[in-house]
């Protein structure tokens, strides 16, 4: 304590003496009293500063910083909205800012109508950055099952958001995405926000999107020597219901097995800190079997930081530290949640109650110096690992010629209507009636709430687009004279002027119906309680069809699936399209697919369950079936009920065939004779064995690569995901149904096929969890599956 004062009191006195010298020559200006940037050059101190010194270690320099600051300081830190610690010359910082689909108008860190001066204070009017690109909402990006698609959006929006810090509009550069969560039950509300309901799908997406927001290659290399910007795996962990008959996520005590957590809510949390190295954790509001998930020593510390080698700041979702005393009893006092996620391993919160409890709770010994000092060394690394105490990062900084011209470019507005294209689901085409002719000669007319409305494409955390082109405009582009009618009141549907659709329907030869949900239905905060259209949406579609003079086209847009088995059973529904929430590009994106610009090649990444499902309580975690109970379990890997439409369900203008090419090997032997292991040799082989019982020699002279050909037989060119399932012969306890294991996008001219290679491991693709939570392998008989395509692996002992 003493050395670090001591080391304190000479800078101070000569800072006193540089700023009063400045004042007298009238330069004062020149070192602003609340910094823009770290490490100013121009500031006469940063030369004293280790930790400025940019040629040392990360580690070294934020020790350094650490130990300059007193404890009202480090206090200070410790929540979203940092403030300046002035006398060392750092800057304020702000955590909080979102970038799901774009960079967002939500949050703190990003204003689209001005910029913020040196004290955070936003001046109106003086924005050069008016809008960016708003890609598709996550649900529906991920239909396209490519990650490479996704690793191009993360980058364009790092991009945006690099240009937007560089003209004064962010301050900061650490945004809370990607929302990684399971999309587990189809009424959670925020299920827009995720890629789907696969752990596999999820964690390649996760990482994707992480490598590209941190400016890694796709293949998570690193490129330059700082974060392009920092990415956020949350809500860390089984978080995925928001408030559902007013159980809400601030109290809801997701009670899960180890099981469930090992094999579903887990996986994809893994992938983002390992594979993705993603720089941020955030805890989720609710608990975990009784702990909150802000306070869980286990998932935190030993879990991400012990078992994953996680380097970044774990940040609390906003206000999850005071609901931790104020809602969830689980604290006694305000000092004891503070003391209980400080010492868990939450390094900042989005709030304020954390510096204003943790004072106190030094005083009272629930926490100590050193929880504080973790806590700051883990902000300060990330702070200097986008390059803040650099100096000027708007003019020294490997992202500093990043201008505003790079958003809402035409590059990126392409690609943002690629993503939307490439994503679109074809859910019902009887006859061919998609794609629908250009001639001029027909008749048109566009009905629906969702048909004309520029906000319903853009889903939730959206920022400002570039440009939207509705529906009703886009599908304007290609035929003159379409009549509209919105058909409902709004979404909601709670009234329908159904003679006057009626009368259009009969008019035109063609009707085109965009019916749907939107964030009155559901939207953070807010789950719904069924799964069907609102109001009087479905007897709508039903009116329509029936007056029409042939099949309609339904467009549905919504993030959740509804159960549309009326329309899908209906012969006056010709074609059914689902576009989830398709961004600012995704009018033009449904009238290219639906005029044949453009050959759909979505696939569903939920399971669209019946309206009878919404019986299942939301606050049942299980993913696992019950028969005893009628518990019907959860997503294509455990639910056996009926289903509208199944998860990698979708059509195209084309057909395509499967088959196994090749795959290396069909044998695998667990070679138990030859373990020394008195617990394998010999053990009982109709048991499942512990993964990490197994050598390392099975499980990589156990992989295999199993080659699929792909043919496109149709008459249309079409880029298609292939997805590749493991099926087990023998049901062993608790195993999934069928699991994806491995999935690519490729793109196919008329009657032509490629190979794909898929590896297949023996330890990560065909093991399952266990009661325990541990991941197993057993013998028997395995099937690879694409589409109809099975090829028999077996495993002896
Ligand atoms: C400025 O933009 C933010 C969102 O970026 C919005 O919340 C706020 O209302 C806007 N303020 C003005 C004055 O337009
Ligand atoms: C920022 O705040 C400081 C301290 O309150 C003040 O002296 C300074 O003038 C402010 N700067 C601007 C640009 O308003
Ligand atoms: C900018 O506009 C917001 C919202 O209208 C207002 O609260 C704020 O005071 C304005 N800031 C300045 C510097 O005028
Ligand atoms: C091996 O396990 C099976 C299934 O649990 C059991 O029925 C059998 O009795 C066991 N055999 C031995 C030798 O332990």
């Excluded at 594979?275 to 509001?285: E, K, L």
């Excluded at 080698?309 to 931790?324: L, Q, T």
């Amino acid at each position: 304590m003493n050395a670090r004062k001591t080391t304190l009191v000479l800078p101070n006195l000569i800072y006193l003496f540089f700023t009063s010298t400045l004042v007298k020559l009238g330069r004062v200006n020149s070192v602003p009293s609340r910094p823009l940037f770290a490490c100013d050059s121009s500031n006469p101190l940063t030369k004293s500063y280790l930790f400025c010194n940019n040629k040392l270690p990360i580690n070294q320099r934020v020790k350094d910083l650490v130990s300059r600051l007193s404890i009202d300081e480090k206090i200070s830190q410790l929540t979203n909205s940092a403030p300046a610690i002035q006398r060392l010359g750092i800057p304020a910082y702000e955590w909080w800012s979102e970038s799901l689909h774009g960079v967002s108008r939500h949050g703190r860190g990003y204003r689209f109508n001005g910029t913020f001066d040196e004290n955070g204070t936003i001046l109106n009017g003086t924005a050069t950055i008016k809008a960016a690109t708003m890609f598709p909402q996550i649900i529906l990006t991920a239909s396209s099952f490519d990650s490479q698609l996704w690793y191009r959006i993360a980058q364009a929006i790092a991009t945006e958001a690099r240009a937007m810090y560089n003209v004064g509009q962010g301050k900061g550069l650490t945004f809370w995405a990607p929302n990684i969560n399971i999309f587990r039950d189809p009424r959670w509300g925020r299920g827009q926000e995720t890629p789907g309901e696969d752990p596999l799908l999820t964690s390649r997406y996760g990482v994707s999107y992480v490598r590209g927001i941190q400016g890694y290659t796709i293949q998570g290399k690193k490129t330059s020597q700082h974060l392009q910007a920092s990415a956020c795996c949350k809500h860390f962990t089984a978080h995925d219901l928001d408030n559902w008959h007013g159980i809400t996520r601030y109290t809801f005590d997701a009670k899960v097995s180890k099981q469930d957590l090992a094999d579903t809510f887990q996986p994809p949390f893994q992938s983002c800190v390992e594979q993705g190295q993603a720089s941020s954790i955030m805890c989720a509001y609710n608990r975990v079997n009784g702990i909150p998930s802000c306070a869980h020593y286990d998932f935190l510390t030993d879990t991400a930081r012990g078992q994953w080698h996680f380097d970044g700041y774990i940040v609390s979702d906003c206000n999850a530290v005071p609901i931790i005393y104020e809602q969830q009893g689980y604290a006694k006092t305000p000092e004891d949640a503070v003391a209980a996620v400080l010492s868990a391993g939450m390094d900042v919160e989005c709030g304020s109650y954390t510096t204003r409890y943790s004072r106190s709770a030094l005083e009272q010994k629930k926490i100590t110096e050193e929880d504080l000092d973790r806590a700051l060394y883990n902000l300060f690394s990330v702070r200097m690992r986008l390059g803040l105490f650099n100096g000027d990062p708007r003019k020294i900084g490997s992202f500093r010629k990043i201008g505003p011209e790079q958003v809402c470019s035409e590059e990126h507005q392409n690609l943002a209507l690629e993503a939307a294209k490439n994503s679109i689901v074809l859910l019902k085409n009887v006859n061919n009636l998609l794609p629908l002719s250009k001639a001029k000669s027909s008749s048109f007319a566009v009905i629906g709430p969702n048909a004309d409305s520029p906000q319903v494409l853009l889903g939730n955390y959206e920022g400002f687009p570039c440009k939207t082109t509705t529906i009703h405009e886009a599908l304007q582009l290609y035929v003159e004279g379409i009549k509209y009618h919105p058909g409902c009141n709004a979404v909601e549907c709670s009234s329908a002027e159904v003679e006057q659709v009626v009368e259009i329907a009969k008019a035109v030869d063609y009707v085109v119906l965009v019916m749907g949900l939107d964030q009155t239905q559901e939207r953070e905060k807010l789950d719904r309680v069924d799964l069907v259209l609102p109001g009087k949406q479905q007897s709508l579609i039903k009116s329509v069809a029936e007056a029409a003079k042939k099949p309609v086209v339904l467009v549905l847009l919504c993030g959740g699936p509804v159960d549309i088995s009326l329309a899908r059973d209906d012969d006056e529904v010709g074609s059914i399209l689902w576009a989830g929430y398709p961004g600012e590009a995704g009018g033009l994106a449904l009238a290219e697919v639906i005029f044949g610009d453009h050959n759909p090649g979505g696939r569903l990444p939920v399971t669209w369950y019946p309206k009878d499902f919404a019986q299942v309580p939301m606050t049942d975690m299980r993913m696992r079936p019950d028969k005893s109970s009628g518990y019907p379990g959860r997503t294509y890997r455990f639910y056996e009920g009926k289903k509208v439409f199944e998860f990698g369900y979708g059509l195209s203008y084309s057909t395509y065939s499967y088959e196994f090419a090749s795959v290396t090997r069909n044998t695998l032997s667990l070679n138990l004779a030859s373990y020394a292991n008195p617990f394998l040799k010999g053990s009982n082989i109709t048991q499942p064995l512990l993964i990490s019982h197994m050598s390392k020699q099975f499980c990589e002279t156990g992989k295999l690569i199993a080659v699929v050909r792909v043919k496109n037989n149709g008459k249309t060119p079409g880029r298609h995901p292939v997805l590749l399932f493991v099926k087990t012969g023998v049901q062993i306890d608790g195993s999934p149904i069928k699991q994806l294991i491995g999935f690519e996008s490729v793109n196919l001219n008329e009657g032509e096929f490629k190979e794909i290679e898929f590896p297949v491991s023996p330890c990560e693709h065909l093991s399952k969890a266990n009661k325990d939570g541990l991941m197993t392998i057993a013998k028997g008989v395995y099937f690879l599956v694409v589409g109809e395509a099975a090829y028999q692996i077996n495993i002896t002992a």
